[in-house]
């Protein structure tokens, strides 16, 4: 070997060993200076590992087993909990960093984590923002992060009660971008991915929202397993409530909201917007108690509370796909309460919404289902958000409906029973938050009310006989017409729901059509 050649192997060599080793010591020295950054990273955070391992030719940072403890400023009782298999940083790019003023990551894992946080509602959601804000001036740019098998669990510190809870959570997000110099869309991303098994949720003081599972992308979300419950069996609930609420019992097999899109507008009000929402399977069951006392407070048509909402919602159409509802409502003591059925419903919203600002959009809701197991019925409702009177149209038509089919409703709330059968039921409801008034026809055949005694069983004879003298027992006085009925200037107690308003406004039209001489008013 000639003595050039020697030469030039020897400072290959050398270069080699230099560079093994010049690697190391950078290795070590990064190592040793995020060691002292994690050790005085805040006063109000502590952060344990078990090993730090550096990869600087791939720019690479792995932490095993991290235990993160964030305490509060002025509590310094411990508010968050994060427990790592390991957390990952790869393919950070030196040459962006120094000469393009930008920090680029390929990506970033967090894996297995398990989040313990104590949420205090006496700290602003300002003062989150302000710790979640980037404190770099540089644009970041990640091509991924994930988060393999997760859990969580949130809850209020006041109390220690459960507000969140999230298993098996997997998130990939893509293609994301952190530049604080726009004005807009500070934070941008390609796509992401969501998974997450066996959530429940607090939504408040007394209902509790559970998910068997959830896949949450870009444009399209699915939920299965839902259920909306009452924490507290029925009895337990009057004997703790003021006033009256209702007791909720809800399940939906799946729920698919399709091409989504939310974010932040302004960066400050949420928005979110889908081209359609089916609900797969609802079965709510709804139980009041009316021997409590009635909430007064005062309550909204359906119109004023989109208006009012605190975020812009665009959901082009939701659809209800063979749905039931069952009210059930106690008037009497030592009774079950009178139920009222809605089984087969089916039903498709339209432009729900408190952002279209043209009064030629309105929101439309059509209903058809099935009424007490026995006849159809079928709904349209009409309404304008943007109207601040909240003016709205409510037509039905209800089939051949047996009257007995009422009677368990009627006998334990009302005290009274059904005989005979009304053929054909059609109403029409204009109205507003002020007053409205009905039109109604209908036609019946052989109509009985029985007025009951206390007891409710025993027949009241004396007021059975007065209330059916004054009411026409068919409808066949005129060749089998419908007999008309309308009411006028019915005033809407606001105290009450919307449901009550279309009730007082649907008896104002049986009665007119059954004590009135129920021809039609042609003025």
Do not use: C
Request: glycine share 4%.
């Amino acid at each position: 070997m000639n003595k050039r050649l020697k030469k030039t192997l020897v400072i290959i060599v050398g270069l080699i060993v230099f560079l093994f080793f010049g690697v190391l010591i950078i290795n070590n020295v990064i190592e040793n200076k995020l060691q002292n950054q994690l050790e005085n990273i805040s006063e109000n955070v502590e952060i344990k590992y078990e090993n730090i391992k550096v990869n600087s030719l791939k720019g690479s940072v792995n932490i095993s087993k991290p235990l993160i403890s964030v305490y509060g400023k002025t509590t310094h009782k411990k508010n968050a909990l994060v427990e790592l298999e390991y957390f990952l940083v790869g393919s950070f790019s030196y040459w962006d960093y120094f000469f393009n003023d930008k920090i680029t990551i390929g990506n970033v894992i967090f894996d297995e984590p398990n989040i313990t946080y104590h949420h205090n509602d006496s700290v602003s959601s300002k003062s989150y923002n302000e710790v979640l804000k980037n404190k770099l001036n540089q644009i970041i740019q990640i091509e991924s992060i994930q988060i393999n098998n997760g859990n969580v669990e949130v809850y209020n510190v006041s109390n220690d009660s459960l507000i969140l809870k999230s298993e098996n959570l997997n998130f990939n997000i893509n293609a994301i971008e952190v530049n604080q110099k726009k004005e807009k869309n500070q934070i941008i991303y390609k796509d992401f991915k969501a998974t997450s098994n066996n959530l429940i949720y607090k939504l408040n003081a007394y209902e509790n929202l559970y998910l068997d599972h959830v896949d949450f992308r870009t444009d399209l979300s699915k939920l299965k397993g839902v259920r909306l419950k009452t924490k507290y069996a029925k009895e337990e609930l009057s004997n703790i409530i003021k006033v009256q609420r209702d007791h909720f019992d809800l399940t939906i097999d799946s729920i698919e909201v399709k091409k989504q899109d939310f974010g932040f507008q302004q960066d400050s009000l949420f928005y979110f917007k889908s081209q359609r929402i089916d609900f797969y399977h609802p079965n709510f069951k709804i139980y009041r108690d009316k021997l409590i006392a009635d909430d007064l407070s005062y309550k909204p048509l359906y119109s004023k509370m989109l208006r009012d909402l605190i975020f812009n919602m665009n959901l082009n159409s939701v659809f209800i796909n063979n749905g039931s509802i069952i009210y059930s409502e106690k008037v009497q003591p030592n009774t079950q309460g009178g139920r009222l059925l809605f089984s087969k419903l089916n039903a498709k919203i339209n432009n729900l919404s408190n952002t279209y600002n043209t009064s030629e959009t309105v929101t439309s809701v059509n209903i058809e289902s099935v009424f007490m197991d026995d006849t159809n019925i079928n709904v349209q409702w009409d309404f304008d958000v943007n109207n601040t009177t909240d003016e709205f149209i409510y037509k039905a038509e209800i089939g051949k409906l047996r009257a007995d089919s009422m009677n368990q409703f009627m006998e334990p709330n009302l005290n009274i029973r059904l005989k005979g059968e009304i053929i054909k039921t059609y109403f029409t409801i204009n109205g507003n938050d002020e007053t409205s008034q009905v039109d109604l026809k209908l036609k019946y055949d052989d109509f009985d009310i029985i007025v009951l005694k206390e007891n409710g069983k025993e027949k009241n004879k004396f007021l059975s006989g007065l209330v059916n003298l004054l009411i026409s027992n068919d409808s066949h006085d005129n060749s089998g017409l419908f007999r008309y009925g309308s009411g006028f200037d019915i005033e809407r107690n606001k105290n009450k729901s919307i449901f009550n308003y279309l009730w007082i406004n649907i008896k104002d039209g049986l009665l007119g059509a059954m004590l009135g001489n129920g021809k039609k008013d042609n003025n």
